[in-house]
């Protein structure tokens, strides 16, 4: 199978500084996971333009970008107390989002492959008037605004362990996006609860599977499994697009989440079995924060999805959260069903 | 309004964010009121990649509150996961209940004039309860009640 890489970008640009988490270094960790896979020249490498206005304004609006593209310009500085934009943040910016634009790109042009985004800034906390959580532009709003615009169905799974309230907020009431988070919960951005299922357009198309601090790779296969496989197959996606965060990481500096990269293997694994057909699975950065523990994620989740000889770390068990994922079974449905109720009393006219 | 109205302050350390603080605490006791102090905990303060953490947070909220003249008994502080627009909207929405929501002119890292990065402004234009936003020159022009 091939590999797409659409990237690296933001390897020169956006900088933070040393002391900030979401750093240059982020990168070079995720190419050298790459590099680790031994494929060497059978890695595609498409051109990565910026994406354009008229990608963009699909999921944010109008009046942001401006204020986004002038505040850049007139220098920057912080714009939250984890946020910051630079001179080059709205280039660096605009380049993550077109990567996105490009290994769909490539992907359809090669028929089959997996498609992977490493990119920085990540994007799944930027809503579309709103930069937040490191995020400036949401890059995975961006590719799966593309699709539907030309009538494809877009699934997208977050295993990021922060929950993506950008890409939930952006899809809350499309019926051809199909968002689903695993994240720990109560935990930043403070959204995700089961009982956030989308809006009266797309209700139940926002699948929220909350988990404590601890959980291990059993937990987040189970709660894929239980909670969101029915839902993915009766949607029957065109595309699958994952906002691939490794700071679920145990190693991880930002999250609490215990898994391994093996468990990211696993899971690479488990949404690859909802795409329709080859070339429809394109895997973007998001969060991961310790550099080792990034960079075997990236071999290891790669190298499951490329069906290379590797050797992952092991699947990790036990941790808590099967309480959580069964409540967040009855959460959905009680929260589906009040919907539901209320749509025919409003069609009664009750 | 009711009998025992409920104030919500934003604080993050910053020096508007005191000020703000202060002209609350001083409401709720000219009016009888609740003080919610709420501290919104963002992913760098989670890591513990700022100055100052959480417990220092409290510690300082706590005696500018009292020592503004809010009754200690009223006071409640809260720290909300989140960034500060989206943690301070959400303690002013069910299930939470507040009838006035206070803030500084900017927090830390917003930037005058510019709606990207400034959380009062956002506030003003998203909450639905009254939004009082505190200037920094307030302080030095008046520290009565303001009743």
Known sequence: ???????????????????????????????????ALGLEDEVVYPPTPKAELGDLIRVHSVAYLAELEAFCARGGGDIDPDTFARPDSWNAARRAAGAGLAAIAALEDAGEGVGFVPTRPPGHHAERDRAMGFCLLNNVAVAAASLTARGQKVLIVDWDVHHGNGTQSIFWDDPDVLYVSTH?????????????????????????????AGATGDVVRAAIDHVARPTIEKFSPDWVLVSCGFDAHLADPLGDLALSSGDFAELARMVNEFTPRPGRLALFLEGGYNQVALQLSVTDTLGALLDLPAHPSAPTYGGPGMNEVRLAVSDRHRAIEAVQTTVSSVEGGG | MNMSPTVVVGYDGSVDSTTALRWASQLTRAIGGRLRIVHAVGLLEH???????VAVHRETALGIAAGAGADPE???????????????????????????????????????GLLLGSTSLELAERSVIPVTIVPREREAQDSSPPV
């Not at chain 1, 109560?186 to 009266?200: D, L, M, V, W, Y």
């Not at chain 2, 890591?47 to 953490?53: E, M, R, S, W």
Request: net charge negative; with cysteine.
């Open chain 1, 1 to 35: 199978m091939k590999l797409i890489v659409a990237g690296p970008t933001g390897t020169t640009q956006h900088d933070g500084g040393t002391f900030h988490p979401e750093q240059q270094a982020r990168i070079f960790s995720v190419m050298d996971g790459i590099r």
């Open chain 2, 74 to 112: 009223r006071i409640e502080w809260s720290v909300v996961d989140g960034d500060p627009c989206s943690a301070l909207l959400r303690m002013t929405m069910p299930p939470e209940s507040a009838d006035l929501l206070v803030v500084g002119s900017r927090g830390s890292g917003a930037h005058e």
């Open chain 2, 47 to 53: 890591a513990g990649l700022l100055a100052d953490h």
């Open chain 1, 184 to 212: 720990q919960f109560p935990f930043f951005p403070g959204t995700g609860s089961a009982k956030e299922i989308g809006g009266p357009a797309a209700p139940g198309l926002t699948v929220n599977i909350p988990l404590p």
